[in-house]
């Protein structure tokens, strides 16, 4: 077998891009190394939402290209650590993924948590930061949004939302932007399929909130951008959306 040559640990693209968006995507890949032998699960498992977010890499390369905006993308697995967690909570390396058991991550002593740590969590973290210093620095509007997707059905429950807009104290931009994607037709609501919490979330409580800069998620339902045809559509609709929030908030 050819050996795989395993990505970095955070991608930039386009970091000076001039738009006031900033886009993160945490779970864009289900990479795992070789050497973590798949956490001990079938090749089925890692292609399904518990390793990463189906269908949101292309839309936030889609988005970058379309709005002149950075972008930062994880390159590995979110089971070998979560990148929109806090380091130190229990579900960053979960032992239990919705209800499959991760036999890779059950048992872990400090020093591999550290390691996971070191190698796919903080270079990203830092890699957000650089680009999020920078642009505080030189005073530029900037709007974090992290691009994430959701599956139609959890826990046996149907979902009917399209979409959701994620946020806490982005309240104003948020609906604002839950306003600019109504259509008809198109069920987009805020703050489903979840809610931000401290413990839960990293990116907007502490990429945004933190910064004192407005953050928001966009949670996409997987079926709907689980093929090339409706990555584009909805980048096609996301990105005059995204404009035009951003537009009316600066002249608010
Ligand atoms: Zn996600």
Redesign the pocket.
């Known amino acids: 077998m050819r050996a795989k040559i395993d990505p970095p640990a955070a991608e930039t693209v386009n970091p000076d891009g001039k738009s006031p968006y900033v886009l993160l995507c945490?779970?864009a890949s289900n990479y795992i190394p070789a050497r973590y032998r798949g956490l001990g699960l079938d090749k089925s498992e890692l292609e399904r939402h518990i390793a990463w977010?189906i269908g949101?890499a292309p839309i936030a390369r889609d988005l970058s290209k379309a709005l002149d905006a950075p972008l930062v993308l994880s390159g590995y697995s979110?089971l070998l650590i979560d990148c929109?967690r806090p380091v130190g909570v229990a579900t960053a390396i979960p032992e239990i993924s919705e209800s499959t058991r991760i036999p890779g991550n059950t048992g872990l002593s400090a020093e591999e948590r550290q390691l996971r740590a070191d190698a796919f969590y903080w270079p990203f973290q830092r890699a957000v930061a650089r680009i999020l210093d920078r642009r505080q620095a030189a005073k530029m509007q900037t709007i974090v949004f992290?691009v994430?997707?959701?599956t139609p059905v959890f826990k046996g429950v149907e979902r009917p939302w399209h979409a959701g807009i994620l946020f806490r104290k982005a309240q104003a931009f948020g609906q604002a932007l839950v306003a600019a994607l109504q259509e008809p037709g198109l069920n987009v609501v805020a703050n489903e399929p979840y809610r931000i919490e401290d413990d839960g979330d990293q990116t907007v409580p502490v990429h945004g909130e933190a910064r004192g800069l407005d953050a928001v998620l966009i949670?996409i339902r997987q079926d709907l951008i689980g093929h090339r045809d409706g990555q584009i559509a909805w980048a096609k609709r996301l990105a005059p959306a995204l404009q035009a929030a951003a537009d009316a908030r600066a002249k608010a």
């Open positions: 945490e779970h977010d949101v979110r929109n992290g994430h997707s959701f949670e």
